[in-house]
């Protein structure tokens, strides 16, 4: 799972610098790369979800099936790329009955840089919460500590549902901004939503918090 980095001067004598992520992630989830290997990754996942069509179904109704499957999902995929994200995880092989409705989006974050200068010194977490709030979301939760040695700011929420953006039921939406370590203008940011069950504050979508809040304490960076 790879971070792209720009290096466009030599480092000075210190720990290697950081080249990517990972995340430990249950089999049924599958990641997406939104760089390189995108129509590889996509194209396994709608193979393996043709696989699952049961024998004998009618043929003229498989075949819209596949057409529609197909549309959709290339389209959630297109439209997080065009996020400038890295990657995109979903449960495409859970083997429950249950729709968890549910993804991560990983990006990364670069501070602006007014007229060629670094970002002014601040506090990392005074820079995790402007970035935050550049998105205009209110009465979020949030939330400081730190994953593999670097500060993380976790924020949640409910995002109402926009069809405009393809969000067609409201979400609780989990937020991590995590600090590249000797990197202080990169941020990781891996950001999780579901729909839950019927509510996004229902059982199921309290579960998958936390579940995802277990997967992000397994962030460790990837050096050279």
Do not use: C
């Amino acid at each position: 799972m790879h971070v792209p980095v720009e290096q466009t001067e030599s480092r000075a004598a210190g720990p290697p610098p950081i080249l990517g992520y990972r995340l430990i992630l249950p089999d049924d989830w599958e990641q997406i790369p939104l760089r390189h290997g995108t129509e590889d990754a996509v194209r396994r996942i709608l193979d393996e979800s043709f696989r699952h069509i049961p024998a004998g179904s009618p043929p003229d109704k498989v075949n819209v099936f596949k057409r529609e499957l197909e549309r959709r999902f290339r389209t959630a995929v297109a439209r997080v790329q065009d996020s400038n994200a890295l990657d995109l995880y979903l449960p495409v092989r859970s083997t429950s009955d249950v729709n968890l409705g549910a993804s991560i989006i990983v990006s990364e974050t670069l501070l602006p840089r007014a007229r060629g200068q670094a970002w002014p010194r601040s506090e990392p977490t005074d820079v995790a919460l402007h970035l935050l709030s550049q998105d205009g979301v209110e009465n979020a939760d949030l939330s400081s500590g730190e994953i593999d040695g670097a500060l993380a700011v976790r924020r949640e929420h409910i995002a109402e549902a926009d069809s405009k953006k393809g969000a067609d039921l409201p979400s609780r939406r989990v937020d991590y901004i995590v600090s590249v370590p000797e990197d202080p203008n990169r941020w990781f940011v891996a950001a999780f939503s579901t729909v839950g069950g019927s509510h996004p504050r229902d059982e199921l979508a309290d579960a998958l918090v936390e579940w995802f809040d277990a997967v992000m304490a397994t962030l460790r960076w990837r050096r050279e």
